[in-house]
């Protein structure tokens, strides 16, 4: 009986050294990587990855579980976003996007619930290449762990199968984009300027969602202006105008003002009285709907990016130079779009 036991210990011993030493010495991460040359340009191609709704356009994941049920957050389109994904052939798990730099990079991660949990995070870039050509390159990186995750990389190769599903998905990125149409930036010329110490009767909204903004700026001025006529205060001769803090597809930060002479009357409710600091601004011209900003912005920020100029401020504001009431067409609309620069 001794020696039954003893054999079966040392069997047990022996079957544990080799199932737990040799991972010792198996990779500890892996990294996956695929590159494609995209007949396009970055505007065009990094929406399509960097919202998650649109994954299902060119997902490599698409065929192989067509009957997969997905969930979004509410804003699918930078930092913060997810995307929720269940089916029996991909299990479960969420994306994330962690960071975020507008028509260049999404930085990711990858948490896995089910059949096991695991966890992981990678890169989607986009690199312009000339006026015709960009690049994208989508990286995977996770850790396998000690022992079973090394194990399941001797037999599987995560690196090897990632590697021919990213290759896939970039095969079907450049299809859909390449038959799409190419979008283009519109030109911006802005004006340098210098401005002195401006103060502002304001009210700030933290969160507005979009499809409110319009109805919350005129509310703004209403009681910007009750407020004037109460105080006395002297209201210039200026477009009324709004700063931005945030914005993204679903909500919005603000705080629409009025340009006053000073800020000494004793104010009340939520209207505040704030400077904006004497500075270097670069004043952008736009004309049109205020619905359709979005691209003049993208284009703003690109023009910061290559020109290496840096903002002094967490906002920039939009002076509303045409009076909607006063011409019907949109297209004649003026706004200025001031960025404050050091």
């Not at 619930?113 to 996770?142: A, R």
């Amino acid at each position: 009986m001794k020696k039954i036991l003893k054999i079966s210990i040392i069997s047990i011993g022996v079957l544990a050294l080799i199932l737990l030493l040799p991972p010792l010495f198996m990779p500890s991460s892996y990294t996956a990587s695929s590159s494609i040359v995209i007949e396009s340009n970055a505007y065009t191609v990094f929406p399509y990855f960097a919202d998650l709704r649109s994954w299902d356009k060119w997902s490599p994941w698409k065929e192989k579980a067509p009957n997969s049920k997905y969930e979004y957050s509410e804003n699918t389109f930078g930092a913060g976003a997810t995307m929720a994904w269940e089916s029996q052939e991909q299990g479960t798990g969420k994306m994330t996007t962690v960071q975020f730099k507008k028509f260049h990079h999404i930085n990711y991660q990858w948490d896995f619930i089910k059949p096991f949990k695991s966890t992981s995070g990678g890169q989607i870039m986009v690199e312009k290449l000339n006026e015709n050509q960009v690049k994208v390159t989508w990286t995977n990186t996770g850790k396998l762990k000690w022992p079973f995750d090394r194990w399941m990389n001797a037999f599987a190769d995560f690196k090897q199968m990632l590697e021919k599903d990213f290759a896939v998905g970039l095969g079907n990125l450049k299809k859909v984009v390449e038959a799409g149409p190419k979008k283009e930036l519109p030109k911006v010329n802005p004006e340098k300027m210098e401005l002195p110490d401006q103060s502002i009767y304001s009210i700030m909204h933290e969160t507005v969602r979009n499809a409110e903004i319009s109805a919350r700026i005129a509310e703004s001025y209403r009681s910007i202006l009750r407020t004037i006529e109460r105080t006395g205060s002297i209201a210039k001769e200026e477009p009324p105008l709004c700063l931005y803090y945030m914005h993204n597809r679903v909500t919005t930060k603000m705080r629409p003002g009025l340009i006053v002479q000073g800020c000494s009357a004793v104010l009340k409710g939520d209207v505040e009285c704030i400077v904006l600091r004497a500075g270097k601004v670069l004043r952008f011209v736009y004309y049109g709907g205020y619905s359709n900003l979005e691209p003049t912005y993208d284009a703003i920020d690109i023009y910061l990016e290559e020109n290496k100029i840096n903002k002094r401020e967490n906002y920039t504001w939009e002076s509303y130079v045409s009076d909607p009431g006063a011409e019907p067409d949109s297209t004649k609309w003026l706004t200025y779009i001031y960025v404050p620069v050091k």
